[in-house]
């Protein structure tokens, strides 16, 4: 059964970095797309960040590019979230995502595995 856990998140101060992880368990991550989303309360989740199966493309939403970096380790099935200069706005909860496709994917509905969710709040 594909699993994908994710491992980061907790608790900062607005400006301070976390970085979330993504290790995939029964699928073999060269072969997916992968993405990070995320999920405000009373919000619908959000494209955050996406890179393609070999890692040369990438592609940010607006709201956190320059300030997060997506990344992937194929050798280790594991994909990254580093976020830096993070933001009282940024406080959601952020899930991993597996997409059976080459390129970036952005479309929520075009993924098929999913992370179990890790929650991430920014306040001082």
């Known amino acids: 059964q594909v699993r994908l856990v994710q491992f980061g998140g907790g608790l900062v101060q607005p400006g301070n970095s976390l970085r979330l992880s993504c290790a995939a368990s029964?699928?073999?991550?060269?072969?997916?797309?992968m993405g990070w989303f995320r999920q405000a309360p009373g919000k619908e989740r959000e494209f955050v960040a996406a890179?393609?199966?070999?890692?040369?493309?990438?592609y940010y939403a607006g709201s956190v590019k320059g300030r997060f970096t997506i990344s992937r380790e194929n050798a280790k099935n594991t994909v990254y979230l580093q976020m830096n200069s993070l933001k009282p706005e940024d406080t959601a909860v952020y899930y991993c995502?597996?997409?059976?496709?080459?390129?970036?994917?952005?479309?929520?509905?075009?993924?098929?595995?999913w992370g179990q969710g890790t929650q991430v709040t920014v306040t001082s």
């Open positions: 995502a597996a997409a059976r496709a080459a390129g970036v994917v952005l479309v929520i509905h075009d993924y098929d595995y």
């Open positions: 029964e699928l073999t991550t060269t072969n997916y797309a």
């Open positions: 890179i393609s199966r070999g890692g040369s493309g990438t």
